[in-house]
């Protein structure tokens, strides 16, 4: 399983990235086409294919967001920060291995387009 799958590669380090946090569990890297001034990905290494495919009772996205409230105090992202997870095609999910997008260093507005 994830075999071909980008972010697992990512976790291999078959494909580069620019690691901004790393524990046994979760990485955290930029993204290769950043949304706003700061754009990082948090994932879980184990593949996991969606938001929908972490089991019932499971603190997956809660962990998540902890690694993300992390880096964001890390980068120093004292003015806020959007943190989004896109599920499915109308929810723009491209890459189908779970992430947390952590998005700031502007406004972010609301509702996105
Ligand atoms: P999503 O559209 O929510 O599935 O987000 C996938 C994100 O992964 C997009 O913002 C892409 O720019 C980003 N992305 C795809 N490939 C890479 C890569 N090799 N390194 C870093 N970010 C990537
Ligand atoms: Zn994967």
Redesign the pocket.
């Known amino acids: 399983m994830g075999d071909h799958c980008?972010?697992c590669?990512?976790t291999r380090g078959e494909?580069?990235?620019?690691k901004v946090y790393e524990d046994e569990k979760f990485l955290a890297?930029?993204?290769?086409?950043?949304?706003a001034p700061t754009?990082v990905?948090v994932i879980p290494k184990e593949h996991v294919e969606t938001v929908e495919d972490i089991p019932s009772g499971n603190p997956m996205v809660s962990l998540l967001a902890e690694r993300a409230v992390r880096v964001a105090k890390q980068l120093n992202l004292r003015e806020g920060y959007r943190l989004?997870?896109?599920h499915g095609d109308n929810?723009?999910?491209?890459?189908?291995h779970l992430?947390l997008?952590l998005l700031g260093g502007r406004f972010m507005a609301w509702p996105p387009g």
């Open positions: 980008v972010f590669k990512i494909v580069p990235s620019n890297f930029t993204d290769i086409h950043p949304a754009h990905l989004v997870i896109n929810g723009g999910q491209t890459v189908y992430h997008h």
